[in-house]
C-alpha cells in the first residue's frame, strides 16, 4: 500500500485492511513511530501526525562512544538504560538489527529489522537514474511507483533538472495540479499568471512605441538606430515566448493539452 504525497497538502488518509500494531514513517534516514496499538482494532478511525516527540533516534544520540563499539550481543543488554534514562523516549535503533520501544515500565523492547532492504521491485522495474522502485505487493503486485533522487522527475524519473538551470519545467511544473480550473490551482501558479500578463501587457506596450520612434528614417541612418529597432523587436518576441512557455506548461500539466504529437 502506498500514496504519493504531493507539495502543498498538509494531510495524508490510508485505508488499511490488514491488521497491524505499528507504523513507522522513514523521512531522510530517521525513523518516527507514528503508530502504536497493543490491540488490533478493526474499522477504525486513527489520526496521527509526524513529531520531534516520536522520533526514534539512532544508538549515537543516546550513548558514549565506548558502548557503541561493543559487539552488538554485548551491547544490546544496555539498550534499557536509554529508556530509563528519557522518560520522554518512545524508541530507538542502532541501524543494523534492532529497533526498540519504551515501555511503561522504562524498558526496551526490541525486535529486528532490516535496514538494508534494496528497494528495486525484486529487480524487475523501468525506474531510472538510481530511483528507488515500490510495489504494493511483494509477491503479486498491481501497482509499482518510482520515488526519484534529488533533481529528477517523472513517472519513471526520465527527466532531470541539471541541465535546465531556472526553467520554468523545474520550478512551476510540480505546483500545477492535473483536472484543475486555473481558479483552483496554487497561489504560486496564479502569481506566475499575473506576473507574466503584467510584463506581456507592459512589454508589448514598450516595444511598440520602442518600434514607432526607431523605424523612422532619421534614426535608421545610424547603425544605433538599427540596434534599437532590432532590439525593440526582439524585446516582443521574447517576452510572447515566456507568456506562450508558461501557457504551454501550464495547460499540459493540467491535462487540457494531451495530443503526444504536439507535446
Sequence with gaps: MFKKIRFDPDTLTFFMSLPFHLIFVQLEGKFYLTVLQHIYTPSVTIQTKIARSQYC????????????????????????????????????????????????????????????????????????????CFQDNPTCPTKIMCVCRECFYGTQCQFSTHQFGLSLDAILGYQIRSNLSISRQSIYVKISIIVASIMLLFGLISGILSILTFQSKPCLKVGCGIYLLASSITSILTIICLNFKLWFLILSQMSILTSRSFL
Design 57 to 132: 533516534p539512532h544508538i549515537r544520540e543516546l550513548f558514549n562512544q565506548t558502548l557503541i563499539a561493543y559487539p552488538i550481543i554485548r551491547r544490546i543488554k544496555y539498550y534499557h538504560l536509554a529508556c530509563m534514562k528519557d522518560s520522554n523516549l518512545v524508541c530507538f535503533h542502532d541501524n543494523e538489527l534492532f529497533i526498540c520501544l519504551c515501555t511503561e515500565e522504562k524498558h526496551a523492547n526490541c525486535f529486528h529489522f532490516d535496514f538494508n532492504m534494496t528497494y528495486d521491485c525484486m529487480g524487475s522495474n523501468n525506474c531510472q537514474n538510481g530511483a528507488q
